[in-house]
């Protein structure tokens, strides 16, 4: 019986300038935000220390970074989706948690945000 073997790709708190909010002060500047994702895609079976059969983590922080910069987002929750939606595109990618905070929304917390988690339906 074969198994299917999965991997986890991490990317841990990329902080990056945004466009996000609904407050005046948050459409006039941009503000810091914190994303983390764990992406679970399928592992080749003749992955063989060969590089272009696997996923390459730099790939992933472009793909974050290409949708933060795509639009002013009103909510974190809306370019969550957008991450998650945008990696669950690669063929490999199975699950991912995409987990994002708002580093300078209150003086006393040092972050405010959401976590979401999403996989692939195959009918």
Excluded at 5 to 19: G, I
Excluded at 30 to 58: F, G, H, W
Excluded at 61 to 88: F, K, M
Excluded at 93 to 111: G, P
């Amino acid at each position: 019986m074969k198994s299917n073997r999965y991997f986890k790709l991490l990317v841990k708190n990329l902080t990056v300038p945004s466009r996000i909010g609904i407050h005046q002060h948050e459409r006039l500047a941009p503000q810091k935000i914190r994303v983390s994702l764990e992406l679970t895609a399928l592992e080749p079976e003749d992955l063989n220390d060969d590089y272009d059969k696997t996923l390459c983590y730099a790939d992933l922080v472009t793909r974050i970074r290409s949708v933060i910069g795509r639009t002013h987002y009103n909510l974190i929750e809306t370019l969550a989706e957008e991450i998650a939606q945008d990696c669950l595109s690669i063929d490999q990618a199975y699950r991912i948690t995409v987990r994002i905070e708002k580093l300078e929304q209150f003086k006393d917390a040092e972050s405010v945000g959401i976590e979401i988690e999403r996989s692939k339906t195959y009918s």
